[in-house]
């Protein structure tokens, strides 16, 4: 099922990109490794689908031949009959569980940064609007624009609380980081201590100093979780959560869903012998056509509930699991019904 549809993706994909490919003068080998983490990345997120269409395929031959039909008959269980399936789904799943934790991450990382970097580099996705961000457990950042190609913002505050009380703010109209030395130049800077009686204003045309923040404090990325193994994505989520980040439902889709998605494949393996596992009169073809229905089933609510949890307050655990839990019903009614 990789074979035939991998190539199938990047033959879409390259005929979609390669004006831009071409555009950019892209490098054969960044072109070639940008395929390849391509294909690690959608073989990752869509392998359950590989894996319920594989059984399908596989079990339904076994149906238009009788063969089903003869196991049962000389007394073999259905549970007996999908006991192969299920070790074969755990070996695969096995492999599939490395791969989201620790391949799929490093894959994801050069797929999107080649996006960003030959794709959408002209777009306003390089561009960061009101980032504002608690940086440690005193401090706290705000820009109401940052521009990560030239690496400068405007409307720079940074504030610093002791307690419940502020104790400086800092303001510039615009701030640069500069590679060199991974300093920052503030422009139209301006300092204000709180005083017990009065405040002390400190002001500069311009400044060159040091923060305690990097720059990607400054520019938060949005699939910056999916380029992260498990240790590091359990430290990022713990550290976001104190900085008080807007994307924490996003990175927990993305950390909860790498245990979802494997045991997917489990529930999808169930439903598939319980459908293709009788003999219909339609044969092969109408085992295909139920199957790639109830796939397309599957990943709307995947997609559905996923985005719900990424755009509101709704609970990213609940959204991850509620799609598993409702086809873990389905599977269990077809397996009843398939014994029959």
Request: aromatic share 16%; with cysteine; charged share 20%.
């Amino acid at each position: 099922m990789l074979v035939l549809f991998i190539p199938i993706g990047i033959t879409v994909h390259l005929s979609e990109k390669i004006d831009k490919i071409l555009e950019n003068e892209v490098p054969f080998v960044e072109v070639a490794q940008y395929f390849l983490d391509f294909t690690i990345y959608f073989a990752n997120l869509l392998f359950p689908l590989f894996l319920f269409l594989s059984v399908i395929w596989f079990t339904s031959k076994l149906a238009n031949n009788t063969e089903v039909i003869a196991f049962l008959s000389s007394g073999v269980s259905i549970y007996r009959f999908l006991r192969p399936f299920l070790i074969g789904a755990t070996i695969v799943c096995i492999g599939a569980l490395v791969m989201a934790m620790y391949l799929a991450p490093m894959a994801s990382k050069g797929f999107n940064e080649f996006s960003y970097k030959y794709y959408k580099k002209n777009k306003k996705d390089r561009q960061q609007r009101n980032v504002y961000r608690q940086i440690n457990e005193n401090d706290y950042i705000y820009v109401s624009y940052f521009n990560v190609k030239e690496k400068s913002g405007s409307n720079f505050t940074l504030e610093h609380f002791e307690g419940n009380k502020l104790i400086f703010k800092i303001f510039a109209n615009r701030i640069e980081y500069n590679e060199k030395d991974s300093t920052y130049t503030l422009k139209n800077y301006t300092k204000r201590t709180i005083g017990e009686n009065e405040d002390i204003l400190e002001s500069k045309k311009i400044l060159d100093t040091t923060f305690s923040f990097e720059l990607e404090d400054l520019t938060p990325v949005e699939y910056i979780a999916e380029t992260l193994n498990l240790t590091e994505l359990n430290s990022f989520i713990e550290r976001e959560k104190e900085r008080g980040s807007s994307y924490i439902n996003r990175y927990e889709v993305v950390k909860y869903k790498r245990w979802s998605l494997p045991i997917s494949a489990y529930i999808l393996t169930v439903i598939a012998v319980a459908v293709s596992s009788v003999k219909r009169r339609g044969g092969m073809g109408v085992n295909l056509a139920l199957g790639i229905g109830i796939g397309m089933i599957f990943i709307f609510f995947d997609k559905i509930f996923g985005t719900m949890a990424m755009q509101s307050d709704f609970s990213p655990l609940i959204a991850t699991w509620f799609p598993n839990f409702v086809f873990t019903i389905l599977a269990v009614y077809l397996l009843k019904n398939a014994k029959r």
